[in-house]
Structures are given as structure tokens and as C-alpha cells.
């Protein structure tokens, strides 16, 4: 977000989905979930300051893994329990789960990583070593030479 609105600030659907790059299909299926809840003026839906927070909210939470049920209870409990030691307490301890599953996935990724790499390089000496070495070309330009004169003296034919 560029920056905070002003309290009474007002914004249609369009003007929200741009300010959070998202589509005005995204923010009314946060609405139909529950997590939005814009007020109403005819067909159109107007977004406050507090939406743009929640929508924030609920982005971040998404970026960094919670389900769209984590993100609702969290923020359920935060309007019930606004600040309460039992809201920080459960966001610490949500935000700590999420932390250590993100761990989890990064070790994975790294010993992915790290066994892509190995078949890189076996792969590599593979290609490497389909060359052969010096002392067998050596040997085959000899055959080749030992071959190419028996070839022609039988091409001359019998001797006589």
C-alpha cells in the first residue's frame, strides 16, 4: 500500500483492486467469505479505511501461508478481543507455526537443491567424459594407420 488512508476515505471496487493489485474478482470473494465486508450504495460496494487495513491483513497472512480460515479466525478474534493478551498470545503462537513449517519447506527445498546439483555435476563429468582420453585416440589413429595399409596393399592386389 503506498500509503494510509484517511478514516473516512471511501473506495469502490475498482479503486481498491488497483491500490492492492489485486482483481475486483479477488475482493468479492473475500466478501463472500466473510473476511470483507463493504457497505452499500445501490449496486455499488464502497470499501473504508478499515477494509483497506483488513485487506492488507488478509494479503499478508496469504503471502506468508495462513489459509483463508486462519486468516478469519485471526481476525475474528481481533474484533472481539481487540489487543487482549489471549489475541497476541494466539497470533504468536500462529505466526510460530507458520515460521516453523516455513522451515521445514526451505530444508526441504535446500536438500532438493543440493541433490539437483549433485545430478548436475554427474551429468556434467558425464558429458565431460564422453571424450576418450588421449591414449586410445592415440591407439585408434595407429589401428586406423595399420588398417589403411593393409587395405591398400590388399586393394593392389596379389602379389605377383
Known amino acids: 500500500m503506498k500509503h494510509t488512508p484517511a478514516p473516512d476515505s471511501l473506495f469502490t471496487i475498482r479503486e481498491l483492486a488497483e491500490r492492492f493489485d489485486v482483481t475486483a474478482r479477488t475482493l468479492r470473494f473475500y466478501e463472500q467469505k466473510g473476511l470483507l465486508k463493504p457497505r452499500r450504495r445501490g449496486a455499488a460496494r464502497l470499501y473504508t479505511a ?40 494466539l497470533a504468536l503462537e500462529r505466526m510460530r507455526e507458520r515460521i516453523a513449517v516455513l522451515e521445514r519447506q526451505r530444508e526441504d527445498i535446500e536438500a532438493a537443491l543440493a541433490e539437483l546439483h549433485a545430478g548436475t555435476r554427474w551429468l556434467e563429468d558425464r558429458l565431460a567424459n564422453r571424450e576418450p582420453p588421449d591414449d586410445i585416440k592415440r591407439r585408434a589413429r595407429a589401428f586406423e594407420a595399420l588398417a589403411a595399409a593393409r587395405m591398400t596393399e590388399w586393394a593392389a592386389g596379389p602379389p605377383d
Request: charged share 35%.
Open 50 to 89: 478499515a477494509d483497506c487495513a483488513r485487506l492488507e491483513l488478509i494479503l499478508r497472512g496469504r503471502r506468508v501461508g495462513f489459509s483463508l480460515d486462519d486468516v478469519r479466525e485471526m481476525l475474528e478474534i481481533e474484533q472481539l478481543d481487540h489487543g487482549s493478551r489471549a489475541h497476541l498470545g
